[in-house]
């Protein structure tokens, strides 16, 4: 018997001794990647998760958010031969559709490191007041303009139904990963107003490249004047975005370039928030000179429609610098195309809000909403001095009415922000209003404004349970 | 009632002084201990059981005659008739092992049983079974043998592997696998350490000697695999090799020549009707004039040209195996010792697997009780590679090599415009895998005491798999000499494992037998990419001084580690009521931290009813027993890491607005563990008419929760994969199996097996994620709540329109649409059999034997994945004939639509549609083996001092009987991941048929 004991005894020290050890036996950390628990340690470790979400953003706009909006709208031809945009462009996607798939997980990835950020700011005390204020504050931004560039592309717009319980997306306000449902329209814009209002009293009045107050104004101002019928303490959507696009003009940050093309270095001053392309090797607005660059021999895959180049070649109030991006290739042939040379460069910045947007925003908000016609008017002005100079029959008189405001203010829109995904947005905003065009309610192309295909199919992975995916098709 | 013990133990011990006794020893006929021997006193209450080393006493008899019983299972019962007077009586019985018994010992986790001990579900096959069997790597030989066990048999590639299911799939994401334990260690068994390269995935059961193996348990339900813990739910297969003789000295010599050749050669066409096809298409299209033709060739050169490149990639391979063993035996020790080379050459054109492989056992008795053994095996398995499927070689045969191309351009040179010429690149390009491995293990094993074993155990498992490529100067177009690539992997794997057992006998009939254990396990693998330009040749032959090498670069390395704690407790009532407990406690570092360990129970019973005198009544009833078993197991098989939140470091992100930036790549999942299995599992035993037939029949159920995904989520998650316990599936089934003497005569024997399995399986459970939320890799299939794992979710095809000729498809409700849209796909069918089953039949008759094994599956579907382009859009791919039931004119009632180069015409933007147009009834019938033996006389050999000579021819896959069009009813792919493995096995991607072989086996002891 005492042999058993001294056996048992050293069976049970060596299994003693070893579970003792066990815990760091089992402690395997895998190679070449950061923990997360040691990630972020410093204000810099921080700062690279911010720029790591601005980098999604980018990848976003620079990417295809706002060249589906543009093939929606009635300013393109069928793309030249990419299945992808094409089913865009017929208003009918397909949950399989590649490029719709890897641009949707853009902005949400962008969202999901502002998320994580916001969720570990405190975690180990490294950052200052100030530096977490503002970084809170930029992650708002990121937040407000992924949701935004989503709800315009994936839900029908802000007035489609009366009261907005229309589907919208998913909001997405932790990291965690979780199916959600679907939150409501009315939903998404008050979270995006929310996270927006939180940036313009956080932000810094100058943040360099990245996103500052006016930032966050510009981009409030766009929301508002979407809002068709929107109200908050007694002010209508317009006179809101006047106020916010006002505040933006004012500030005398930002001044109208002499040749207008934001997207290049001649029109930096106009620039409120951009996409940063430092060389050609690191050129983030690959969507714009992938798929409009004409030039070289290139056979762009976007092309315009004869409409709009007749409407910017036309004359009748002395040229129209604008025509000078529409060129006619191949004329009179069986391949003939209108390329647009606004995007030949090797790489630029994506100039996501500037200040020509928001003179023609406060021109048809301030007229919208019973506002200072004058400031309108001289604001739609400056926009058609510069196109088709100073003396052109074209300028508004300083008698014109409020509709006359409009409708030159949407002109100048249209040809001033070609190519940048504008015009389907104001399309539906008009169509939500419920104007008419010749008496008719808003068709874009032959579609109606609302029909299910105006708007993208998810892709299939985000279906779940709990999600409802598009209806698609149904707009012939 | 303690007291009432304690009582009874007293007077126990204060008699023994006075009263008379019987004491004696039970032993088999190989003079060793029989443990657990009923003896009794008939007529009388008194009786004893025998203990660890066989001895027994009974006590308090009063003096007179006694007829003493002594039985054990297996064996046949004894009586002695005894005469007890004033002195004690010494009774040593030798027991006579009873034939008609299957009563030999099992190898359980950790431990040996005697077969009617078990009360769990444990399948025993002999080597032998495995040996006889030319086969690309061992495990495919386990097929049709063991009820349960599916077993799909890998490629025509030398050295593929099989894909076993036991008892279903109940894993999606995680690795499905049964765990293989070689002596005592679990194996690197990962399939995927170089992933998919070449259409092949590196299979590591091929470098295991089928030669060595003594003989291989598979354990299915949850009592026998419950020892396993955490990794037992997929079941474990234990694989013993041999032991050396304990008498005298034996060499056994066997040799094997063989010949492979293809089941079955794909129709492609040729030249001419490629050409003929493929202007129909272009007309169709409204085209005019001629077509222009794929890789630019001329009409004049195509004409030309028919290559049948079916023929160029498949020949005959020539197989030959030499294997010498050796054993020896004495009192003290015993040893084993073998050496083989088998040169395992495929029907492709430049594909073998060739390898060498020696192995020494040894056995020492160092004292009384103190045992120690060594099994040590080296091999080095070399593969000659060749691409096959989506890589080339045959592949390209069967796709974008056409008829139209030649092998050479006039000037000699290959023909190589843009297109894979399997020949070339064959001639070409120098390409094997080389794996080095040696698999050991040492146990010393303590006896300290009646009753007590303790044993200590160590293992290693060392693996190096080394790629070598060479693509000279011609191949690559270079400047320099050529390419050299050596990619060598590392795994080093050992465990410990101590264990002591302590048996222990209560009153006359009970017996206890209780053992503790601990284990650790570690694994690592490294891996390095090397490579040199201006290299004369590949890296094995030495590389030129002038060769530039580049600097190494290591491949992420992967880590991992078990620690565990286990128990079983064995009880054994008067040799007829078995109970078993399991228990295991498993740490891995796979396991996020809320969830490091966990606790895995399992309980069995099994009761001998033919023990009872109501059944021995029966005479027609010679074995009948019922056994019942339910436990928890689970599935560790995950990959390391996944529950570590990680974020990519700066300097690896990139940079935005020329700052560097870093993000999250994966989140913290710290409930991430392993997959649980509820398993409830019951059978029926029975041998009728003295064993000439004896039956199992099984039912069971297994309840996997915690399924893990590797999960596309919503994109809206913000980030693209995680690995999470999701899901639920269920798997329930019959096994039956059936062993048959048919005749049994001194000069003709015939036996037969039979068994059939049958599985449900079903998927109840993903959360709230969607049946696209993970997919088998490209093949639509899916996992779809209701339907079972690896479900083909297709667009449904209906019919060719006669009128237009175009494919008519059926939309989510039914209705009839000429558009293919991927919201219409439904659960059509699935890859996974309803049952499968194996027949043999052996026939002795004097000195020939013969016996053959079918195999059968039935129920399943076949997803021939490459048919949408060879019997769809006319491309650049060759086509089979087919399509030569195509619709061409109005009112054609035809099985293919009209031909078309364009894809709208079949409703869609991209060729890659799948469709149930492709979609097959897999079931098959295979005459997987014939055996023809003949047995040299022994008095005629015996001149020649041979004590056996066999000579055997065997024959594998001689036919098979399908419906399945395509070229093999039975796939087993190359895949992408365990997801794919566990998804869409038969699926077929240009996968090389199996090979039919025929060899010449001689088989001499000395």
Known sequence: MKKLNIYLIILITGIISISSSCKKVLDIPPPNETLSQNALESTQDYQNLLNSAYNSVANALGGNALIFNEILSDNLEKPFNNNDFTEVFNHNTLFFNGTISYFYGQPYEAVFRANYLMEHADDKGVLSAADKNRMLAECRFIRALSHFELLKLFAQPYGYTSSNSHLGIVIKKTSSPKPLARNTVKEGFDFIIEELKYAIANLPVSNGNYADKNAAKALLAKVYFCMNGYTEAGKSNYSLAAQYADEVISSGAYTLSDTGNVFASAGASEVIFKIVSTSSSDNRAGAFNGNYRCDGGKNPQLRFTKELYIMAKDTTGGADKRGNYFELFNAGKENEYIGYNKFNMDYFNVAYLHLTDMKLLRAEALAESGGSLTVAIQDVNDIKKRAYGTGSTKILSSSAVASDVITAARYERRLEMAGEGDRVFQMKRMGAKGELINGLPVKIRKAPWNCPGMILQFPIAERTSVFIMNETGGCN | ?1006
């Open chain 2, 1 to 1006: 009632m303690k007291q009432k013990l304690l009582l009874f133990f007293c007077l126990f011990v204060v008699q023994k002084a006075i009263a008379q006794k019987i004491a004696g020893r039970i032993t088999d006929m190989k003079n060793e201990a029989v443990i657990g021997a009923v003896i009794q006193v008939e007529g009388t209450n008194y009786g004893s059981a025998s203990d660890a080393d066989g001895y027994f006493k009974i006590l308090n008899l009063k003096p007179g005659k006694y007829k003493l019983r002594v039985s054990y299972i297996g064996y046949r019962s004894e009586v002695r008739e005894i005469d007890l007077q004033e002195a004690d009586v010494i009774v040593n019985v030798t027991l006579k092992e009873d034939p008609k018994n299957l009563d030999d010992v099992v190898i359980v986790g950790y431990g040996t049983q005697r077969r009617r001990e078990i009360s769990g579900s444990i399948v025993k096959l002999d080597g032998k079974q495995i040996t006889d069997m030319p086969a690309p790597s061992f495990e495919a030989a386990l097929q049709g043998k063991a009820s349960g066990v599916q077993v799909s048999v890998g490629s025509g590639l030398a050295g593929s592997s099989s894909i076993i299911r036991i008892r279903g799939i109940a894993s999606i994401s995680a690795g499905g696998d049964p765990l293989y334990v070689v002596d005592g260690i679990p194996i690197t068994q990962n399939q995927f350490l170089v992933g998919n390269s070449g259409g092949m995935n590196n299979n590591p059961l091929a470098s295991i000697n089928p030669q060595d193996i003594e003989s291989i348990q598979i354990l299915k339900d949850a009592s026998a695999t419950g020892i396993y813990g955490s990794r037992g739910s997929n079941g474990v297969i234990l694989i013993t090799t041999k032991r050396g003789a304990k008498k005298g000295f034996r060499v056994d010599f066997t040799t094997r020549v063989g010949i492979s050749q293809p089941t079955a050669k794909p129709n492609m066409l040729n030249s001419k009707q490629y050409l003929q096809i493929y202007q129909e298409a272009y007309e169709n299209d409204g085209g005019t004039g001629r077509a222009k033709l794929p890789g630019n060739m001329s009409w004049e050169l195509a004409e030309k040209t028919n290559t049948n490149w079916v023929d160029e990639t498949v020949g005959t391979g020539f197989k030959q195996m030499y294997s010498v063993g050796l054993s020896k035996g004495a009192e003290k020790y015993n040893t084993y010792f073998n050496i083989t080379y088998d040169d395992n050459g495929s029907y492709l054109i430049g594909n073998s697997y060739d390898r060498l492989s020696t192995r020494f056992n040894a056995d020492v008795k160092l004292t009384k009780n103190l045992n120690a053994s060594l099994s040590s095996s080296l091999s080095r398995g070399i593969n000659n590679r060749v691409d096959a499927a989506w890589s080339g070689g045959l592949g390209a045969a069967m796709s974008t090599t056409l008829p139209i191309y030649p092998v050479r351009n006039a000037d000699g040179t290959y023909f190589n415009n843009g297109v894979n010429n399997p020949v070339r690149t064959r001639d070409l390009r120098k390409w094997r895998t080389q794996e080095t491995r040696t698999i050991n293990n040492i146990t010393l094993d303590y006896r300290p005491f009646k009753g007590l074993s303790v044993r200590g155990s160590g293992s290693y498992d060392y693996m190096d798999l080394t790629e070598d490529i060479y693509e000279p100067r011609e191949y690559i177009n270079s400047t320099h000499a050529g390419n050299a690539y050596r990619n060598p992997t590392w795994v080093s794997n050992y465990n410990y494992n101590i264990t002591a057992q302590y048996d222990y006998d209560y009153l006359l009939k009970s017996r206890f037998s209780l053992m503790l254990g601990n284990e650790y396990q570690h694994s690592l693998t490294k891996g390095q990419n090397i490579s040199y330009t201006n290299a004369n040749g590949p890296v094995y032959k030495g590389i030129n001084d002038d060769a530039v090498k580049a600097a190494p670069k290591n491949t992420a390395s992967q880590e991992w580690a078990f620690i565990s704690y286990f128990g079983r407790l064995n009880y054994n009532y008067a040799g007829k009521l078995f109970v078993t407990l399991t228990g295991r406690v498993d740490g891995s570092s796979r396991f996020g931290i809320n969830n490091r360990y966990g606790f895995f129970p399992s309980a069995s019973i099994g009761y001998v009813v033919s023990q009872e005198n109501f059944i021995k009544r029966i005479p027609q009833i010679s074995f009948l027993k019922v056994r019942a078993g339910y436990g928890k197991t689970g599935n560790a098989d995950l990959p390391n890491y996944q529950w570590r939140g990680t974020f990519v470091p700066a300097s690896v992100a990139g940079n935005y607005n020329g700052q560097p930036f870093s993000n999250p790549s994966r989140l913290e999942n710290p409930d991430l563990k392993w997959e649980t299995s509820l398993t409830i599992d019951a059978a029926l035993e029975l041998g009728l008419l003295k064993d000439r037939i004896t039956m199992e029949f099984g039912v069971y159920q297994k309840l996997s929760s915690d399924v893990i995904l590797n999960l596309t989520v919503p994109p809206s998650f913000g980030f693209s994969n995680y690995w999470d316990n999701v899901g639920s599936i269920r798997n329930r089934g019959i096994e039956f199996s059936l062993h048959t003497i048919n005749i049994d005569k001194a000069k003709f024997k015939w036996t037969s097996d039979f068994n059939v399995a049958r599985n449900f399986n079903e998927i109840t459970n993903i959360g709230a994620y969607s049946s696209d939320a993970v997919s088998g890799g490209t093949n639509d299939t899916r996992v779809v709540v209701g339907s079972p794992v690896g479900t083909n979710f297709l667009v449904r095809f209906s019919h060719v329109d006669k009128q237009n000729g175009l494919p008519v498809y059926l939309d989510i409700n039914g209705k009839e649409t000429y558009t293919w849209d991927p919201v219409n796909r439904v659960s059509v069918g699935s890859v996974l059999p309803k049952a499968v089953g194996g027949f043999t039949n052996t026939f002795n008759y004097k000195n020939i034997d013969l016996s053959f094994l079918m195999v059968f599956s039935y129920g399943g579907n076949i997803y021939n994945s490459s048919s949408k382009r060879q019997i769809g859009v006319v491309t650049d791919w060759n086509m089979t004939t087919d399509i030569f039931d195509r619709w061409q004119k109005p009112g054609d009632d035809a099985k293919y639509p009209r031909l078309t180069q364009n894809t709208l015409t079949y409703g869609s933007t991209t060729p890659w549609i799948n469709t149930t147009m492709y979609l097959h009834d897999a079931s098959y019938a295979r005459l997987r083996n014939v055996t023809l033996s003949y047995n040299f006389d022994k008095k005629l050999i015996s001149r020649a001092k041979i004590q056996t000579a066999r000579l055997s021819f065997i024959a594998t896959n001689i036919f098979v009987i399908t419906k399945y069009p395509g070229l093999d009813s039975e796939i087993a792919r190359d895949f992408e991941n365990a997801t794919d493995r566990n998804m869409s096995p038969n699926i077929t991607y240009l996968t090389p048929p199996q090979e039919k072989t025929y060899s010449i086996q001689l088989t001499v002891g000395f």
